[in-house]
């Protein structure tokens, strides 16, 4: 007997499908339409899995390479589920002077993690990252509900921690 393989279902929802074809016309061509899907798509899914991936290069008519070379050249879109809020702790230049390099660590050290990874409760991402922009609040960090922390100490770092752990805050009240 011949064994069958079943086709892998769709992972991208219809309605997100649809979102990507719109973009299409304001773009020169299908391929510039990659950056904002994956932006689409990592925000309905807080991360873009392979699967996915392959998705929007069949939605885009590109290959899954072309989609996961403009993935890794941003470094912004992971694979794996991202936590409920993602922060950024710099570690340029004007940040690391300041002890930047010592708050990462002592952020992972506290959360029991390293960076890039996810606590185990699921509810904060903590990453380092290259000039985040704000170098006069150094060192500094940014989440990815659009707070900006800093000039950070291990006091304030503790207080970005805890109120980060109480999950993102809406755009409005920013
Ligand atoms: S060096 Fe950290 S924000 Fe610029």
């Known amino acids: 007997m011949t064994p069958t ?24 061509n299908k391929k510039a339409v990659t950056l904002p899907a994956l932006h689409m798509v990592h925000s309905h899914f807080r991360c873009v899995p392979y699967q996915a991936m392959k998705e929007i290069a069949e939605i885009l008519e590109i ?20 936590g409920d809020v993602r922060v ?16 990462l660590e002592h952020a992972c050290k506290n959360l029991n993690i390293e960076p890039g990874q996810t606590t185990a409760d ?21 989440s990815d509900d659009g707070r900006v922390f800093g000039p950070l100490d291990e006091s ?16 409005e009240e920013l």
Do not use: N
């Not at 086709?7 to 499908?17: C, E, G, K, Q, V």
């Not at 950024?88 to 708050?103: F, H, K, V």
């Open 5 to 28: 393989t079943l086709p892998t279902p769709r992972m991208i929802p219809d309605s997100l499908r649809q979102k990507i074809e719109s973009y299409v016309p304001r773009y020169p």
């Open 63 to 82: 290959t899954p390479a072309e989609v996961a070379d403009t993935m890794s050249f941003y470094g912004f879109f992971p694979q794996a589920p991202l």
């Open 88 to 103: 950024w702790i710099c570690r340029s230049i004007s940040c690391m002077l300041r002890g930047g390099d010592e708050l």
């Open 122 to 142: 699921g509810k904060l991402t903590v990453e380092f990252a290259e000039c985040l922009g704000i170098c006069d609040h150094a060192p500094a960090a940014l």
């Open 156 to 171: 304030s770092l503790q207080k970005m921690l805890d109120d980060l752990r109480k999950g993102p805050i809406p755009l």
